[in-house]
């Protein structure tokens, strides 16, 4: 009985509370064992159920399936206790149709505290929630094939990888597909890339990945492969859908395919795997055209020395993203010497990276890597800032070296902020700028248009600009008559062998680099005889191991002591 006037003055208080609600509001009333004691017309409509229907059941009738027993344990378990529950909650309706609704559940208590009724207020979602998946399905899937696209991955490496495991990729590309849009249309092309896609998917198990890389691309991601054989059965899965002919308005259409493959062991790596599932596929993808250029209609392993070199760069990339912070960048300098007097009159910087893990680290491998990883620019000021103090310091001391070359990235050269960083480093270091150098490549330079500007502000500070690897390159005596130019450095390659067409070329150079009014310096020089006929051709300036290997600051001012540097005099 006071039951009976408990729920009387609750639906009393449901009226006050509906009338408060927004015409949408879907409401309705359970007891504390979710059985339905009021619906109102918003319940009704929505679920398609009549009221009487309603009446009596239990909540559960418009369970759509969709959400887990945990999450209906939970949402029990805070109502249990006399908590309000918030949650979004898929349904679904007596024909069938789904519906997602924002609800509200809030507890009756008795005296004692705990709860006898629940009244749940909800605000239909279903076109936001519809709004929000055809947005991710835009986002996350190849709009042709309705396959993930790579913006999945990150998602799904998190998901499904083991990272005790092993991982394999495979990167697909049919073979000749251009002769197929060609012969039969692109539309043709489209609907056997869809079928393709549908084909594929039934060669891997649900915790595998399939991404549409682009045009008749695709990569499969295998996760927990025990080895070669397991990965070969795949292989043979995909090759017996190809021996299938594709069947598009009436034509039958045979394709093949060409696979390459990689295959890593994840625990091998540390925390950022999708650096390294991203150098897999780059390896996989080398391998499929190693199958390409077999003929086609094959697969292909990476190679053993493929798979040294991806653990390689890896493990660079990995210790790299901290080794400025770390200081386990340094700078070393390689003397340039005055070919008249054997004078040092300048120093050239060079990077240098020692890790604790991977020990010396060449530059051809760290500074393409720091490029490709956009950290060239704060390091190259790191450099650019430790060189200038440097040479402040010795000009103190007494060591009046006449210029530091520093070499410039061609990304850290045409990033808007580079004459800025250089005018801050040079006044916040007080370092005369007449004592820099900037070394940049041929390359850098090959849209004049844009470069000649930032070479006019840099000239306009006082800053020496210089060719690096000169005759490398895309030589113009274009951009050497119309940029301001101080100096041609020849590259080491011409000088190393020094052969007819060799010094052909180097005399060319000097006589070129003269007549323009440039200074020249030749790298590379190791012997009596590259010295000797560069001094012949009055080359003004050299540098290499014959006078000195790069070293480091406090190595250098000891070598400034002496009057002339002769061979191995440092």
């Known amino acids: 009985m006071n039951h009976k006037i408990e729920l009387e003055k609750a639906l009393r208080k449901l009226k006050d509370i509906e009338l408060a609600l927004n015409e949408s509001s879907i409401v309705a009333i359970t007891d504390n064992r979710g059985i339905i004691q009021f619906a109102n017309d918003k319940f009704c409509n929505m679920s398609k159920y009549s009221r009487n229907e309603l009446i009596g059941s239990r909540q559960n009738i418009v369970n759509s399936g969709h959400h887990s027993q945990d999450f209906f344990k939970e949402m029990w378990r805070t109502i249990g206790r006399g908590k309000v529950w918030k949650g979004e909650i898929k349904n679904k309706a007596k024909d069938g149709t789904y519906y997602w609704v924002d609800t509200t559940i809030v507890p009756f208590l008795k005296e004692n505290g705990r709860p006898y009724q629940y009244i749940s207020i909800r605000h239909d979602i279903t076109k936001r929630i519809e709004y929000e998946e055809t947005i991710k399905q835009m986002a996350y899937y190849d709009p042709l094939t309705l396959l993930p696209n790579r913006n999945l991955l990150n998602e799904w490496l998190n998901e499904y990888v083991n990272k005790e495991g092993k991982l394999a990729v495979l990167f697909l590309d049919i073979d000749r597909f251009k002769s197929i849009n060609d012969n039969y249309g692109h539309r043709t092309g489209d609907m056997i890339l869809k079928e393709l896609a549908k084909r594929l998917q039934t060669c891997i198990r649900t915790s595998d990945l399939i991404v549409r890389q682009g045009g008749d691309e695709f990569v499969i991601f295998l996760t927990d492969v025990d080895n070669k054989d397991d990965i070969l059965k795949v292989v043979q899965r995909i090759k017996k859908q190809f021996n299938v002919p594709f069947t598009v308005n009436g034509n039958k259409i045979i394709a093949t395919t060409s696979i390459g493959i990689s295959l890593e062991k994840m625990s091998q790596y540390e925390s950022d795997y999708l650096d390294l599932v991203e150098e897999m596929i780059r390896q996989a993808d080398t391998a499929m055209y190693h199958a390409k250029q077999n003929g086609g209609n094959s697969h ?67 500074i393409p890597l720091l490029e490709e990883l956009g950290l060239i620019i704060p390091v ?35 990033n808007q902020s580079f004459v800025h960083d250089v005018k801050e480093i040079i006044r916040e ?39 690096d690897d000169f005759g490398t390159g895309y030589s113009s005596l274009n951009y050497l008559k119309r940029l301001p130019i101080n100096t041609l450095k020849i590259d080491q390659s011409f000088i ?64 400034y002591k002496c009057t002339s540097l002769k061979p191995n005099a440092i």
């Not at 009014?517 to 540098?543: M, P, R, V, W």
């Open 300 to 366: 292909c392993f990476i190679s053993d020395d493929q798979n040294d070199e991806l653990r390689r760069y890896y493990q660079l990339e990995q210790e790299i993203k901290h080794a400025l912070e770390e200081d386990e960048f340094s700078i070393v300098y390689q003397p340039l010497i005055n070919l008249r007097n054997d004078k040092i009159t300048g120093v050239e910087a060079l990077l240098r990276w020692n890790n604790e893990k991977l020990g010396s680290v060449s530059p051809g491998e760290f």
């Open 429 to 467: 270091t007080k370092m005369d700028p007449v004592w820099l150098e900037l070394e940049i490549t041929e390359g850098t330079i090959l849209n004049i248009d844009k470069v000649e500007k930032t070479l006019k502000e840099l000239r306009d500070l006082g800053v020496h600009i210089s060719i």
């Open 496 to 559: 190393r062998d020094l052969d007819v067409n060799d010094e052909v070329i180097v005399n060319t150079i000097i006589t070129m680099a003269k007549n323009l009014q440039f200074n020249i310096i030749a790298e590379g020089i190791e012997t009596d005889y590259q010295l000797s006929y560069l001094k012949d051709q009055d080359c003004h300036e050299g540098q290499g191991y014959y006078f000195s290997k790069p070293i480091d600051a406090r190595e250098l001012e000891q070598a």
């Open 380 to 414: 190259g000021n790191w450099v650019l800032q430790s060189v200038c103090d440097q040479m402040v310091s010795w000009h103190k001391k007494g060591f009046s070296i006449d210029r530091v070359a520093v070499n410039v990235s061609p990304i850290q050269f045409v």
